[in-house]
């Protein structure tokens, strides 16, 4: 029973058509607009990456100092043991 309803189904799934839809022109018409407008279409992808790239610079400049802050204080600690051991 359940293999006569699969069937049916396949058939008229075989026979049924598409809609015609054509959206090509209208996507390509949009997009000429917006040229032309605006100029250039990945500008706010620019920004993105130049405020991406100004955050990861101030990240590492920070883990950087913070870096050398610690080795700095543990070299001061070292020379002093250094020093009262002798």
């Given at each position: 029973?359940?293999?006569?309803?699969?069937?049916?189904?396949?058939?008229?799934?075989q026979?049924d058509?598409?809609?015609s839809?054509?959206?090509?022109?209208?996507?390509?018409?949009a997009?000429?607009?917006?040229?032309?407008?605006?100029?250039d279409?990945?500008?706010?992808?620019f920004?993105?990456?130049v405020?991406?790239?100004?955050v990861?610079?101030?990240i590492l400049?920070?883990?950087?100092?913070?870096?050398?802050g610690?080795?700095?204080?543990?070299?001061?600690?070292m020379?002093?043991?250094?020093?009262?051991?002798?």
């Open positions: 029973m359940r293999k006569i309803k699969f069937h049916n189904l396949v058939t008229l799934a026979q058509t598409p809609p839809v054509d959206v090509a022109d209208g996507v390509i018409a997009l000429t607009g917006m040229a032309q407008r605006g100029g279409l990945y500008r706010p992808y920004w993105m990456g405020a991406s790239a100004t990861a610079a101030c400049i920070a883990a950087t100092l913070s870096g050398q610690s080795q700095d204080s543990i070299s001061e600690v020379t002093y043991v250094s020093w009262v051991t002798q």
